[in-house]
């Protein structure tokens, strides 16, 4: 499984971005999709996670209410669409493919994107 992420760049507080993964390779072997951050100096932490199949989703609580997962699974896509972001939201996104449903932790994950950046200035 390949997964690329993209769409970081630098906002201003309030403001919106959309990161978008691409995936590729056997697909089948993962349930969920999730994004993770990392900011300078703290510990990857996980964000939100949606099933690949279903469309659940589940988000962490910093970001409840202000992103919003999403993937199109005939494209084989996973979005996350970020508003109203706050200078605490500037990270390292990473997407990341999860073996199972309902945890969601760094031991969890199965597959590893390449980060992208995303810096909200206040």
């Known amino acids: 499984v390949q997964l690329q992420a993209s769409g970081g760049g630098l906002v201003q507080a309030g403001g919106s971005l959309r990161l978008s993964c691409a995936v590729s390779g056997s697909i089948f072997s993962f349930n969920a999709m999730g994004w993770f951050r990392q900011a300078p100096g703290k510990e990857r932490e996980f964000v939100t996670a949606i099933i690949w199949g279903g469309g659940s989703t589940y988000y962490t609580d910093s970001v409840e209410g202000r992103f919003t997962t999403s993937r199109d699974n005939a494209k084989n896509m996973v979005y996350l669409q970020m508003n109203r972001l706050k200078p605490g939201d500037t990270a390292v996104y990473y997407c990341?493919?999860?073996?199972?449903?309902?945890?969601?932790?760094?031991?969890?994950?199965?597959?590893w994107g390449k980060g992208t950046q995303v810096t909200v200035s206040s």
């Open positions: 990341a493919a999860l073996g199972r449903w309902g945890s969601f932790t760094i031991g969890d994950v199965d597959y």
